[in-house]
């Protein structure tokens, strides 16, 4: 009876146990593992024992305070990730409330529209950015500021003011895609608010501004919670996008680099030396702060109710 | 229209004017997406990029599809060719191959996590989570080494068969905490009840999973179904670091590439191929709107 339970649970948790450990658990250690040795130029063979204790965390402070890459490259995150995330959530905020306003056949062509960034392969996503953003008078920007006489000839927009330029071209971009998580699930924890508590506002007068100052914000505060914690690490994390704004020329190299981009490039950019044992360092750093900021979010969800034993397991 | 009270009471409370400039704001807003999408369409079908929002540039052809799907990707003579038809079965072989894997995969752990009690089930539930959070970044270096160390041993390292093989199964993996968390949810809803005579009159969990709740759920199978075949077929880095380097073609870095080296291509035949790898995104997109919707406010992707 015992071995025959296990055979059932192996049956149903093994394929998830075995994916999980060798896409997830393993490349994590092997990751952390690789953060402590010279692993460079992906040679396995001649690295994979070469030790050097904490000499690429040593490495990765000395360039962050003296490498103008990787020096950018921090500022870049840091200003990146900071008003990526507020155009996330306040753009999700405002386009949840705002689709909730109008009757539900309008406002779901709107939200639906908001999605198409996300649902884009990637590849094609910057493509679009690539021909929107051109330096030449071919590029979109350029072409209706040509057209509105605002500029007379065509701006290079990736090196426009470096570095706001390309800051704002990795914001507009990665913002666009991010909206709309914030918007859908804004959306649906309005959606849940008891209609009586908006009903009874209405008939002591008050305002939509004070509907939603008072009433929408408050009764999703947990929501907001959420979604900033979220989208900080989503963002933290995010590189495909800027790879290829940062491979076409579409960015700046120096200031378009974000820190998970860099550890990419580190590893794996076929330019210059392959530096895995530094990539490594540098992206467990983001572990770390991944793990933080996973833990933080699943104390929001409130884990604990979310859990509750099975009913009926015999 | 039926409806939601709390929608009657906001959206019936304020005035035609206001909805109708709230309209017209998001309206302004989006424009931007209208714009591009509709540029880049455009374009595939006209001599020369139409950039223009006036479209000034459209001359209508339909020769950069006429191109493209031939695999000839500039106009000058003896220009490059490519094998347009092979590197889109790579692509769809891993999207339908990430699809399937991550599904199956999900269904079965989820109905463990919902119905059965084992030791760690917490733990591992709450771990599914964490995973998520985890940097995709973190993890591509480690699931390169395995990618290599496998290969290495197996002496399959650069073969095709194993390469499409290794990035389904890793694709698919991130993809596997969020649809497990879907499908529990579809699971937890479903009265105990339903199983529980059947388990009483002596059959399997196996045989109660397959034919009792699976069926329940095939709602929540398409909407998986769909959003990791999309995943998988919108992936671009994996394609780009465990195929590319072993000279396979797909969809997303023969677009990469070419951008890269624009100079020497016809850039509406660029238009044309991003076009081409849109189509299944848009038609998914028509087709399960109200789906979309509701499986992204289940949380199904951050």
Excluded: C
Aim: net charge neutral.
């Amino acid at each position: 009876m015992r071995l025959d339970r296990l055979f059932t649970l192996a049956f149903f948790l093994g394929p998830a146990l075995l994916i999980v450990i060798t896409f997830f658990f393993l490349p994590l250690l092997l990751t952390v593992y690789t953060s402590f040795t010279n692993m460079r130029n992906w040679n396995v063979d001649a690295y994979l024992f070469d030790i050097v204790g904490l000499y690429n965390y040593k490495v990765l402070v000395h360039f962050a305070k003296y490498d103008p890459m990787f020096r950018n490259a921090l500022i870049t995150t840091v200003v990146f990730v900071a008003v990526t995330l507020v155009v996330n959530v306040l753009g999700g905020l405002t386009l949840a409330i705002l689709t909730f306003f109008l009757e539900e056949r309008i406002s779901i062509h709107y939200r639906l529209l908001w999605l198409l960034p996300r649902m884009t392969p990637v590849a094609v996503y910057s493509l679009l950015w690539y021909y929107f953003f051109h330096s030449d008078a071919i590029g979109t920007l350029n072409r209706i500021l040509l057209l509105a006489g605002v500029i007379d000839k065509p701006i290079n927009w990736g090196s426009y003011m470096l570095p706001l330029g390309t800051w704002w071209i990795l914001i507009f971009v990665n913002g666009l895609v991010g909206v709309s998580f914030g918007m859908i699930v804004f959306y649906s924890a309005i959606r849940s608010i008891p209609w009586e508590y908006i009903a009874a506002a209405r008939v002591d007068g008050a305002s939509n501004l004070v509907i939603i100052r008072r009433i929408i914000v408050p009764m999703i505060r947990w929501h907001l919670l959420f979604v900033t914690v979220w989208q900080m690490l989503s963002l933290l994390t995010t590189y495909t996008h800027i790879f290829l704004l940062y491979e076409w020329g579409v960015v700046d190299r120096t200031w378009g680099q974000t820190w998970s981009l860099l550890v990419f490039n580190l590893a794996f950019l076929p330019v210059g030396e392959l530096r895995q044992g530094l990539a490594a360092a540098a992206a467990t750093v983001l572990v770390v702060i991944g793990a933080i900021l996973g833990l933080v979010t699943l104390r929001i969800l409130g884990f604990q109710r979310m859990i509750t034993r099975p009913r009926g397991d015999i | 229209m039926s409806g939601n009270p709390l929608e009657e009471v906001v959206s019936g409370s304020i005035s035609r004017r206001l909805k109708i400039v709230i309209a017209l704001a998001l309206l302004l807003a989006g424009s931007p997406i209208i714009l591009t999408y509709g540029l880049l369409i455009l374009s595939s079908f006209s001599t020369n990029m139409v950039t223009d929002p006036l479209l000034t540039d459209f001359q209508p052809t339909l020769d950069n599809w006429i191109m493209f799907l031939r695999g000839q990707i500039t106009y000058a003579t003896g220009g490059l060719e490519r094998n347009v038809v092979e590197m889109t079965l790579v692509t769809l072989t891993v999207a339908v191959g990430v699809a399937l894997t991550a599904t199956l995969v999900s269904l079965l752990a989820a109905y463990s996590i919902s119905r059965m009690e084992f030791k760690g089930r917490g733990v591992f539930t709450a771990g599914l989570i964490m995973l998520h959070a985890f940097p995709g970044v973190a993890l591509i270096i480690g699931v390169y080494m395995i990618f290599r160390i496998i290969g290495d041993v197996l002496g399959v390292l650069g073969e095709e068969f194993y390469a499409i093989a290794y990035i389904i199964l890793a694709r698919a993996a991130l993809e596997v905490p969020m649809a497990i968390w879907l499908f529990k949810g579809f699971f937890d809803k479903i009265p105990w009840e339903l199983e529980w005579s059947a388990l009483v009159d002596g059959a399997s969990r196996v045989r109660v999973w397959w034919s009792i709740l699976v069926p329940l759920v095939k709602p929540g199978i398409a909407a998986v179904l769909i959003f990791t075949f999309l995943a998988g077929w919108e992936e671009f880095i994996y394609f780009y670091v465990f195929l590319k380097p072993f000279g396979i073609d797909s969809l997303p870095t023969f677009i990469e590439e070419i951008v890269a080296a624009a100079e020497n291509y016809q850039l509406t035949i660029i238009a044309a191929a991003g076009t081409f790898y849109l189509l299944p995104t848009i038609v998914f997109f028509v087709l399960t709107q109200r789906l979309l919707l509701e499986a992204y406010s289940g949380g199904l992707k951050g």
